[in-house]
């Protein structure tokens, strides 16, 4: 508990009926809740005004901060619905304290890790009539913080918000656990040293989605980044983090070197591959060294991962001069092994030896 008091405005947004329907086919990002978690922040006031409130349109000044300079920043986490009916969401305070170093790189204010939590809890628990039961299928929370004040000094605003809104959804890539195309970018970077690679704000996205485009126009599902200064070394994907699997029961994912996101789901696998006896190789990672070794059958498996892609086998990595690909041998074994673990964690059916799950509260029960 913090000792902000959070004031309640109950509304059902949809009826019951509208809902189910929803759930039954929720797709990724498309539907919303019926509540949102709302609180002010001001230099001089700090964080106040903490609201469960129904989801709907938020007051925004056409000067105000965010509109302009872009200081956002956001978070994505899941609540899982268990076969017993209880939910569950997977190390939010890690999400929280990730959010904090988003804020101090983009000049927002930093929010305790147990009013991010609380916060997570609160709307997860009125809105628990929205965490779906199917396979594969869980509320996708979004938090994230904006600069709401008006004017147009270029300056970090002294006022911000910190919202929370959640989504019901299914897999965020159809078609099963089917291995993805990956488009390596080689005219646009995400990160270059000292920007905001680390750092989870809007910016980072919005400058992805060209070379996004340019990945779905040649029929892949996301983009490589590589970085701005090495074009051979791997950063990441415009959403998730690269893991390459050897022969020699090591896996080899990039350093976090400021350029990339530190991704929670990456942390976890990282320990669950050690805890399986698996070296872990963090460290400047080639797309020479990804083609050499596919060719000699040293690297046996890659993938992607993220709250939102949870671990997905990637099956090619396309660029314009060579693509590098696993033909049928994607998707891999330890891939998919992992994924059974990590997801059998967070939907109940193996063991939470690392205590990463967080219980949502009953609707009414203390947070
Ligand atoms: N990298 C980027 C750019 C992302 O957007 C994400 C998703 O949040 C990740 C990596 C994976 O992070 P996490 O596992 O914390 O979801
Ligand atoms: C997440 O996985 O939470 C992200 O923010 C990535 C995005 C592809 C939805």
């Given at each position: 508990m913090t000792d902000l008091t959070f004031a309640h405005t109950e509304a059902e947004r949809l009826p019951a009926k509208d809902r189910e329907a929803i759930l039954d086919n929720p797709g990724f990002g498309d539907h919303f809740t019926d509540h949102m978690v709302s609180i002010a922040w001001t230099?001089?006031?700090?964080?106040?005004?903490?609201q469960v409130m129904p989801y709907g349109p938020i007051p925004m000044d056409p000067a105000s901060s965010v509109l302009h300079y872009g200081q956002e920043i956001f978070e994505g986490l899941k609540a899982y619905r268990r076969a017993d009916g209880s939910i569950v969401t997977f190390r939010p305070e890690e999400n929280a304290s990730r959010l904090n170093d988003s804020a101090a790189r983009l000049a927002l204010p930093e929010l305790p890790v147990e009013l991010f939590v609380e916060a997570v809890k609160r709307l997860v628990a009125v809105d628990a009539a929205w965490v779906p039961s199917g396979a594969d299928q869980s509320l996708y929370v979004r938090p994230f913080m904006i600069?709401?004040?008006?004017?147009?000094?270029v300056r970090a605003a002294q006022r911000a918000r910190f919202l929370v809104i959640a989504s019901p959804s299914?897999?965020?890539?159809?078609?099963?656990?089917k291995p993805v195309s990956i488009w390596l970018s080689?005219?646009?970077?995400r990160a270059g040293h000292g920007?905001?690679?680390?750092a989870k704000c809007g910016g980072n996205y919005a400058a992805s989605l060209l070379p996004q485009n340019l990945a779905a126009e040649n029929g892949c599902q996301q983009v490589l980044f590589t970085d701005a200064?090495?074009?051979?070394t791997i950063d990441e994907l415009g959403g998730m983090n690269l893991f390459l699997v050897r022969d020699d029961k090591t896996l080899v994912t990039p350093a976090?070197?400021?350029?990339i996101l530190p991704g929670i789901t990456r942390k976890s696998l990282i320990q669950l591959a050690k805890d399986r006896g698996y070296a872990v190789e963090e460290r400047a990672v080639t797309v020479t060294e990804w083609r050499e070794g596919v060719a000699n059958g040293s690297i046996t498996e890659a993938f992607a991962c993220g709250t939102a892609a949870v671990i997905t086998p990637i099956g090619q990595l396309k660029s314009p001069d060579f693509t590098i690909d696993f033909g049928d041998r994607a998707p891999g074994e330890l891939t998919l092994s992992l994924r059974e673990e990590l997801t059998g964690i967070q939907y109940g059916t193996h063991e939470d030896r690392h205590g990463w799950l967080t219980e949502i509260p009953a609707v009414g029960a203390a947070v």
């Open positions: 230099r001089d006031a700090g964080w106040h005004d903490a600069a709401d004040e008006s004017f147009l000094g299914g897999p965020y890539f159809t078609g099963g656990i080689q005219d646009f970077s920007g905001t690679g680390a200064n090495s074009p051979d976090l070197n400021g350029n």
